[in-house]
């Protein structure tokens, strides 16, 4: 399996990169990012672009993929409904109107979060553009489309989120989010369990296209 990742430098795109160098069912993997990784693996390529919405320069690397795990995001905190929809909605989409130009035979999974708002009428402003954003996707012709709806996730494997208020809460937190994971699978996931499970619809499909954090982790 051949699969591109976008936004593998935030916490949830580093976690499902991780999985994907690991995993010896997956051939190569081209992150597509506006900064490198860092990291260095064989079987890893990397398309550095500063801006997202304009995909048409490095069209020529994007085809022959059989999956495309859409990571990037992010959080709202001081952001404008216009700013936060160019960066959840605006860029998704140009990726995905892209790729499925290119590989209509894709699975396409895009992270979203619990809570987005598919009625897109909502007072909540992240979770109105995430619900947008989760319709838009799923009309596309791909092979399969999956949204993945995690709630808290805990970071893995030296993982660490931008997000400084965030990785606080992951470090203060950290043995109860493990204890949550174990008791709660509802309402917390981990970095590794996302990846797998986005390797998992890759190849047989899932049951559900919009997975909630109790059926990513059953995954």
């Not at 399996?1 to 499902?16: L, Q, R």
Request: with cysteine; net charge positive.
């Amino acid at each position: 399996m051949k699969v591109i990742v976008f936004g593998a430098t935030g916490m949830v795109g580093a976690g499902v990169l991780r999985e994907c160098l690991l995993d010896a069912g997956v051939e190569r993997v081209l992150s597509v990012g506006r900064h490198a990784t860092g990291v260095r693996d064989e079987k890893l390529r990397e398309v550095e672009l500063p801006d997202l919405l304009e995909l048409a320069p490095i069209a020529s690397e994007l085809g022959g993929y059989d999956a495309c795990f859409y990571c990037l995001g992010v959080s709202s905190m001081g952001m404008t409904e216009a700013e936060y929809r160019r960066v959840c909605y605006a860029m998704p989409m140009a990726a995905a109107g892209m790729l499925v130009k290119l590989n209509p035979a894709m699975t396409f999974v895009y992270v979203t979060g619990a809570g987005a708002d598919s009625s897109e009428r909502g007072r909540v402003m992240w979770a109105r553009v995430k619900g947008a954003t989760e319709n838009a996707l799923l009309r596309m012709p791909f092979k399969g489309v999956y949204i993945f709806r995690p709630a808290a996730i805990q970071p893995l494997h030296g993982i660490r989120s931008k997000t400084r208020l965030y990785q606080f809460f992951y470090d203060a937190l950290g043995p109860l989010l493990s204890l949550g994971n174990r008791w709660l699978p509802q309402y917390v996931t981990t970095t590794e369990q996302v990846g797998r499970a986005m390797l998992q619809v890759a190849r047989q499909g899932a049951t559900k296209r919009v997975l909630e954090n109790v059926d990513i982790n059953a995954l």
